[in-house]
């Protein structure tokens, strides 16, 4: 005899779903990597999907069965290119090599001329006091490049575009610079160093005059391999690295991760830091701001919400590093 299943198997309703158990919010992250297989290509994109799918609270089978619209599935989807630690972007090439030894060369030159000239002339006060002034003079000069090129401009811009344009890349994957290669981190500043010292060693023969020129080409020069260990791990920097910036002697890692947190509008010197607190409590950056403001009607970056180029990939950054 045939019973129906109504009969065999009564609908109860369900009320005894525990609150934790009734799904509210669903959020679904799913990161795939895309590459070609046709050429091998250096840069891979990395294509970061969200879900979020929204349900109401379910309290009985009813509500089940309900005929009601299906939850909406809301997709956000943002492309994400950081460069990978085999990227050739962040390798030396042979130009970046001849460049770094150039500029190098000219700075060895400005120093052979003061500690002669010092030798010659029975000076050793003077080039050395003009020597500290540059390296002082070096850290401010790094806060207001730095200022400027983190807040107005972008890749258009002659001359420094592809530095606006690098600066901006950094901000958003800062683990990169630690994977660039000696000559190719230096290479750019290399290249203003040769062209701008020297004319000054074949002009100058004055050891102090080479006392600050040697000490602040150096300190520029060489500011971007300062920078990249400010971004570096303590256990993976040379012993001698970390005493200098335990010292203050060159910008400390603690310093400088205050500048890469929101709004980033601060902490902008990378030689030895010194200026950072002087810059920041003066409020000197935000006066420059209001008076550019005012005379041209360009704002800075800084007074924006942070937009994702500048936020930082933080899972990236932790996988990569």
Not at 9 to 22: A, C, D, G, Q, V
Not at 56 to 72: D, G
Not at 191 to 219: E, K, W, Y
Request: net charge positive; charged share 15%; aromatic share 10%.
């Amino acid at each position: 005899m045939a019973v129906s299943l109504q009969a065999k198997y009564p609908l109860r309703p369900i009320t005894n779903i525990p609150r934790s158990r009734r799904p509210s919010l669903l959020r679904v992250r799913v990161t795939c990597s895309v590459t070609t297989t046709t050429k091998p290509q250096p840069n891979h994109e990395k294509l970061v999907v969200e879900r979020h799918i929204v349900k109401p609270p379910l309290s009985n089978e009813a509500s089940l069965l309900s005929n009601k619209p299906q939850p909406k599935l809301v997709v956000e989807q943002r492309l994400a290119n950081p460069p990978l630690s085999n990227d050739v972007t962040l390798k030396s090439t042979w130009t970046h090599r001849l460049w770094v030894a150039a500029g190098c060369t000219t700075l060895f030159v400005s120093l052979a001329k003061s500690v002669t000239g010092g030798f010659g002339s029975h000076l050793w006060l003077e080039p050395a006091l003009a020597g500290y002034a540059g390296y002082i003079l070096a850290d401010l000069g790094s806060g207001v490049y730095h200022w400027a090129i983190d807040n107005y401009g972008d890749e258009s811009t002659p001359v420094v575009g592809t530095q606006i344009e690098a600066f901006q890349g950094h901000h958003k994957w800062p683990w990169t610079i630690t994977r660039r290669q000696f000559a190719n981190n230096l290479h750019a500043l290399a290249r203003v160093i040769t062209f701008t010292v020297l004319p000054l060693d074949l002009a100058f023969n004055d050891p102090v005059v080479h006392g600050f020129v040697c000490t602040f080409a150096f300190c520029i020069m060489f500011s971007q391999q300062f920078h990249a260990w400010a971004h570096g791990t303590k256990s993976k920097l040379p012993p001698l690295v970390v005493v200098l910036q335990d010292m203050g002697l060159l910008v400390s890692r603690r310093q400088h991760a205050e500048h890469h947190r929101a709004p980033y509008n601060n902490n902008y010197c990378i030689v030895s830091g010194a200026w950072n607190n002087v810059l920041d409590e003066s409020k000197v950056f935000e006066a420059l701001e209001m008076v550019l403001y005012f005379q041209l009607g360009v704002r800075p970056r800084s007074w924006s919400e942070p937009h994702s180029d500048w936020t930082e990939e933080t899972e990236i950054s932790n996988n990569q590093a």
